[in-house]
């Protein structure tokens, strides 16, 4: 709306004539920008081809609204749909389109191969496998609405994977999906970690600062038992002297510093055992033996 105001209504939309309809192509976001920064009344001349063909009609929508140009994962999801639904509507075009890749067809399926061909090569094969997986755990209960929140196609992807992982319900993807969005953090490890802790009810309660979250806990947890060892050490030492020179120790030989640093060493211990070492375990018994 601002680029509208400042340099009027640029390029970027296009559409065809269908009958008595004029359907577009793409271009819907800057029109309804144009409806909100211009009167009713303000006009423009809109680009549009005779009998065009649904083929072509997918081709540049997906074209239009890749993954390259930062399109939304909605678009995108949408438009492998769409190129899907049409080969499983049109079973001979799409024998036509694999025999002219040289694939032997014994039975003509809808793979991410012929949406590919289908396509010109405008998404790689990876990105429609994923995409097709996508619209399959959509239809097993991941929710469409809260994956097409996130802004990037890897970013969904990386948040299907986790949800998946801990089957996670509708309230629990919309609740750690709100979280990821707020905190702008949208790594594969991060996400798991959200998912974790929403389990153990402490989304909320200490905000991972990078992926890898449990890794750094425990780094944390081990110099926090280093320091617990050489704050004892000292005691220790301190004791043994005494022995050694005076053959005895009691309660007005420990200096009052000596008990202080016990106390707080032990604090510290507990702290550890009781929650950073539990949630790490926890967390570490969930991964893949390959992480």
């Known amino acids: 709306m601002k680029s509208i105001d400042k340099h009027d209504f640029l390029e970027g939309v296009y559409a065809r004539k269908n009958g008595d309809r004029i359907e577009l192509v793409y271009g819907h976001h800057r029109l309804k920008a144009l409806e909100l920064a211009k009167s009713p009344e303000f006009k423009i001349e809109m680009p549009f081809k005779e009998n065009m063909s649904d083929v072509e009609m997918i081709q540049l929508m997906v074209k239009e609204n890749s993954p390259k140009k930062n399109a939304g994962v909605r678009i995108i999801d949408e438009g492998v749909k769409a190129a899907r639904d049409y080969l499983e509507e049109n079973r001979d075009e799409l024998r036509e389109i694999l025999e002219s890749d040289g694939s032997e067809i014994k039975r003509a399926c809808v793979s991410a191969r012929a949406i590919f061909l289908l396509l010109e090569g405008d998404l790689t094969i990876t990105q429609i496998e994923e995409l097709l997986k996508r ?51 949208l790594g594969h490890r991060t996400m798991e970690e959200a998912f974790l802790r929403y389990n153990q ?46 053959d005895a120790i009691t309660i007005r030989d420990i200096h009052p510093s000596a008990f202080e640093s016990c106390y707080k060493a032990f604090d510290m211990l507990q702290e550890l055992i009781t929650r950073e070492v539990t949630e790490i375990i926890i967390d570490l018994k969930d991964r893949e033996p390959s992480e």
Not at 135 to 159: Q, R
Not at 161 to 168: D, F, G, M, N
Request: glycine residues 4%; aromatic residues 10%.
């Open 201 to 246: 009810q402490c989304l909320y309660a200490d905000n991972p600062a990078r992926a890898g979250c449990a890794e750094n806990r425990l780094r944390k947890a081990t110099s926090a038992m280093k320091t617990v060892r050489l704050e004892l050490g000292k005691f220790v030492e301190g004791a043994n002297q005494k022995t050694i020179f005076d």
């Open 135 to 185: 619209w399959h755990l959509y239809e097993k209960g991941i929710s469409m609405d809260v994956v097409h929140m996130f802004p990037t196609a890897a970013s969904a992807h990386n948040f299907v994977k986790a949800a998946e992982k801990y089957k996670a319900n509708q309230e629990a993807q919309e609740k750690v999906a709100e979280y990821l969005i707020s905190t702008e953090r």
